[in-house]
Nanobody, 127 residues
Framework: QLQLVESGGGLVQPGGSLRLSCTAS????????IGWFRQAPGKEREGVSC????????KYSDSVKDRFAISRDNTKYTLYLQMNSLKPEDTANYYC????????????????????WGQGTQVTVSS
């Protein structure tokens, strides 16, 4: 059974840091494009960052660039998102997702490109 499980969310003050993890079971993360997405109440799901299966190329949304860092450890079947300098507007439910098409192209930040999703982990940035 293919499954993605996110963890690491929580409550943090503005300017703080969190590291999210996404662990896969039932399949490996090798060669797949993988991404982090978020959805705040009343808003559409948006792409935050992704990493390509081919050459580990990364992409970030403008809103998190230079603050967040995505990485993967294929030996641990795990994807990470290091989030620094957090802002209240980063508050959302964060999801990881995998594009299992094994494309050689750079990963995308559009949710429709991904076909396996986790259940999400809540991140709240507030003083």
């Amino acid at each position: 059974q293919l499954q993605l499980v996110e963890s690491g969310g929580g409550l943090v003050q503005p300017g703080g840091s969190l590291r999210l993890s996404c662990t896969a079971s039932g399949f490996t993360l090798d060669y797949y494009n993988i991404g982090w997405f978020r959805q705040a109440p009343g808003k559409e799901r948006e792409g935050v960052s992704c990493i390509s299966g081919y050459r580990n190329r990364t992409k970030y949304s403008d809103s998190v660039k230079d603050r967040f860092a995505i990485s993967r450890d294929n030996t641990k079947y795990t994807l990470y998102l290091q989030m620094n300098s957090l802002k209240p507007e980063d508050t959302a439910n964060y999801y990881c997702a995998v594009d299992r098409s094994m494309s050689l192209s750079l990963c995308a930040l559009e949710p429709y490109e991904y076909d396996n999703w986790g259940q999400g982990t809540q991140v709240t940035v507030s003083s």
